[in-house]
């Protein structure tokens, strides 16, 4: 049975609308999947199998909560040096879960989006990933955002490559270089950065993953494995995230200076209209 989002769900949910400051961007390293299946005494595809549920849950509960980017750590570049088995049975549960989602998620206004060496996938994936991305390109009540064959070290190589070629043919001045540059020239160059990093199976690493992007990131660890990992889990994860002090290098009294001075210039904006 399809894990769906239940009215109890929304229920749960509306615990965190209450609070507003809702995350922009979650990305989620969904671990555990081989953990759990083999406690049940499962083979490690039916882990996998019950995690592809955990997400359809998390996209309709982001679509519900107005959260515009989720990013899952879907297949690392690492996972490549696991068993061949488990690699191909991965690979084709990747093309079933396309072929299976896309309408919907397309119905109801997802986009679709990939960062990672993706033209190292299957052809098959590779195929199925670009007739997703095609029809739910324009689409934009949330972007769903799959790490496929990806590596946080290969995309910052990747960058300093790129920037390197724009430096040699006289496009871009070394001293013009900054965060700003790097930024542009990464696999997420049109997406802001996690405002929050959420992590099941309760391993306390970020295991290569967007490493330039969260480096200002709230990070939350469960050991919730991630196919267990539910809206109550989901919704601990985002009221720890809205109980933080977010200050960037700043202290908490800036932080609040801060927020009187906006609310002077609202009430000296509204006066002068």
């Given at each position: 049975?399809k894990r769906r989002?239940?009215?109890?769900?929304?229920?749960?949910?509306?615990?965190?609308?209450k609070k507003?400051?809702i995350p922009l961007?979650?990305?989620?390293?969904?671990d555990?999947?081989?953990?759990?299946?083999?406690k049940?005494?499962l083979?490690?595809?039916a882990?996998?199998q019950q995690?592809?549920?955990?997400?359809r849950?998390?996209?309709?509960?982001?679509?519900?909560?107005?959260i515009?980017?989720l990013?899952l750590?879907?297949?690392s570049?690492?996972n490549?040096?696991?068993?061949?088995?488990?690699?191909?049975?991965?690979?084709?549960?990747?093309?079933?879960s396309l072929q299976?989602?896309?309408?919907?998620?397309?119905?109801n206004?997802?986009k679709?989006t990939?960062?990672?060496?993706?033209?190292?996938?299957?052809e098959?994936?590779?195929?199925?990933?670009?007739?997703?991305?095609?029809?739910?390109?324009?689409?934009d009540?949330l972007?769903?955002?799959?790490a496929?064959s990806?590596s946080g070290?290969?995309?910052?190589?990747n960058?300093?490559?790129?920037?390197?070629?724009?430096?040699?043919?006289g496009?871009?001045?070394?001293?013009?270089i900054n965060?700003?540059?790097?930024s542009?020239?990464?696999?997420t160059?049109?997406?802001p950065?996690?405002?929050l990093?959420?992590r099941?199976?309760?391993?306390f690493r970020?295991?290569?993953?967007?490493l330039?992007?969260i480096?200002?990131?709230?990070?939350?660890v469960?050991?919730?494995?991630?196919?267990?990992?539910?809206v109550n889990?989901f919704?601990?994860?985002l009221?720890?995230y809205?109980s933080?002090?977010?200050r960037?290098?700043?202290?908490?009294e800036?932080?609040?200076?801060?927020?009187?001075?906006?609310r002077?210039v609202?009430?000296l904006?509204?006066?002068m209209?």
């Amino acid at each position: 049975m399809k894990r769906r989002l239940t009215d109890k769900d929304k229920l749960i949910l509306d615990e965190v609308k209450k609070k507003k400051n809702i995350p922009l961007h979650v990305a989620i390293i969904m671990d555990g999947n081989g953990r759990w299946a083999s406690k049940k005494g499962l083979p490690r595809v039916a882990g996998h199998q019950q995690g592809v549920e955990s997400v359809r849950l998390m996209v309709e509960s982001c679509v519900y909560l107005g959260i515009k980017f989720l990013t899952l750590y879907t297949f690392s570049s690492e996972n490549w040096n696991r068993p061949q088995k488990e690699v191909s049975t991965l690979m084709r549960l990747i093309v079933k879960s396309l072929q299976n989602e896309t309408n919907e998620l397309h119905s109801n206004n997802i986009k679709i989006t990939t960062i990672g060496e993706t033209n190292k996938l299957p052809e098959l994936v590779q195929k199925e990933l670009e007739d997703a991305r095609t029809k739910t390109a324009d689409n934009d009540k949330l972007v769903l955002n799959l790490a496929l064959s990806y590596s946080g070290r290969t995309e910052m190589v990747n960058a300093v490559k790129k920037i390197s070629e724009m430096v040699k043919k006289g496009d871009l001045e070394i001293d013009s270089i900054n965060e700003d540059t790097i930024s542009e020239n990464l696999y997420t160059e049109n997406m802001p950065d996690p405002d929050l990093l959420i992590r099941s199976g309760g391993e306390f690493r970020v295991s290569n993953f967007l490493l330039w992007q969260i480096a200002y990131s709230e990070i939350f660890v469960t050991n919730i494995l991630w196919p267990d990992f539910g809206v109550n889990e989901f919704k601990c994860a985002l009221q720890d995230y809205q109980s933080r002090e977010r200050r960037f290098g700043l202290i908490s009294e800036q932080i609040s200076n801060s927020h009187k001075n906006t609310r002077n210039v609202e009430k000296l904006t509204k006066q002068m209209v």
